[in-house]
Each structure stands twice: as C-alpha cells, then as structure tokens.
C-alpha cells in the first residue's frame, strides 16, 4: 500500500543472527507510544541476553526509545556515533545484559549489527574472531568520501593479479536495500580521510567467502 513504511529490519536483522548460530526472539513491531514501548522492552529483557531495538533512538518527536531505557535503570555507554550510516546509535547495559537501539533505515541496521552487535555476541559465546576477515584492497575508482566521520561503504571486491580490488556497489543511501545485497564487503573509510582516490589502499571487511 502506497505510503506504508514496510518492516525489512525484522527481516535483516533475523538473517545476520540465524549466519552466527544464535537463538532470538522476535517481539514484533510496538506503537510510538511511551507505556507500549516500556511494556514491551521490560517484557524483552526479562528473556533476553542481548535486546535489539530498531528505531526509535534519533531526536524526533516520537523517538523515545533512550529515554525509557535510561528510566528503567539501563545504563548507557554510549549514544551517537561520528559514522555514515548509522549515527543514531545507542548502547547500554542492563544488569547481566545488553541493549542496542539501531538506527530505524534498513541499511543503518545491517552495518550497525556487522560492526557492533556482531563483535558483542562473538565476545560473549567465546570466539576470537569478532569481526569477519579483513582484505586490505585497492579502490577500483575515486570515491568522494567527506572528511571527519568514519564512512562504513558497501563494495565489491574483485582479485586481479593476487591483489584485492573494490568498487562501489551504486547509490548508498541508508535506505538503499540495494547497496547491501550487492556487496560483498563494508570498505571502511577512515574519519581522517578525504576523497578516496583511485588505487587508494583500504581495509575492507568480507561479508562472503573468499
């Protein structure tokens, strides 16, 4: 239906968990509406070791998310990242337990989970490995890139001559589905950097196999 905002985040966030073997619960989506919301995350964490929210953490009118966690006794880590996509982010801990409000774009939510909740989860069932495999790989063409904030961008990666290559994946608005489901990898533009020039070396972060 025209004008319908659509759930994908349930979706996403359902598979990104099933690839690293863990058991979730979905609590299904709640009302803007305060006592709703306090009602369903009390219920949450109750069950849960680690309570992942999806929206809800910006600073609109309706987004009241950190406000209610911090009011049943959460304490916050932190609140806001210097990154493209997913500023809006918020950490805290609850008890023996941990809480995540994701940002609410669906692509926001998928990198969110590779680069913070994904590292989490390993920490706590043991393995070493907290993030996937990293390449360091050349950039196939210039990439505009604005300097002061960490830019985490969904790429490509081809090997040519035993040498690691990436480019963009197209157009990388965070609620461009698109731009994940082509990449292959997240190349992360480091907060010192500007324009990323053409055969710039880069850390890129494998999503697939290699």
Not at 95 to 108: E, R
Not at 140 to 159: A, C, I, Q
């Amino acid at each position: 239906e025209i004008g319908k905002v659509r759930d994908s985040n349930s979706y996403s966030l359902s598979a990104q968990l099933k690839e690293i073997g863990i058991k979730y619960i979905k609590y299904g989506i709640a009302k803007d509406e305060k006592k709703i919301l306090e009602e369903k995350i009390r219920a949450a964490l109750s069950e849960c070791d680690i309570l992942l929210l999806s929206g809800g953490v910006s600073v609109g009118d309706y987004d009241f998310v950190k406000e209610i966690l911090i009011g049943i006794g959460a304490e916050l880590i932190f609140w806001r990242v210097n990154q493209k996509p997913g500023k809006p982010l918020v950490f805290l801990k609850y008890k023996d337990g941990f809480i995540f409000g994701l940002p609410g774009n669906p692509v926001s939510v998928m990198v969110c989970f590779e680069m913070y909740v994904r590292p989490l989860i390993k920490k706590i069932i043991g393995d070493d490995n907290l993030f996937r495999p990293s390449v360091r790989a050349r950039a196939d063409h210039d990439f505009k890139n604005k300097r002061g904030r960490t830019n985490f961008v969904r790429v490509m990666l081809e090997k040519k001559d035993n040498e690691y290559f990436f480019k963009s994946t197209g157009m990388q608005g965070s609620g461009i589905l698109t731009s994940m489901a082509k990449a292959d990898g997240i190349a992360v533009f480091p907060e010192d950097a500007g324009d990323i020039k053409k055969n710039s070396e880069i850390e890129v972060f494998c999503l697939k196999s290699r």
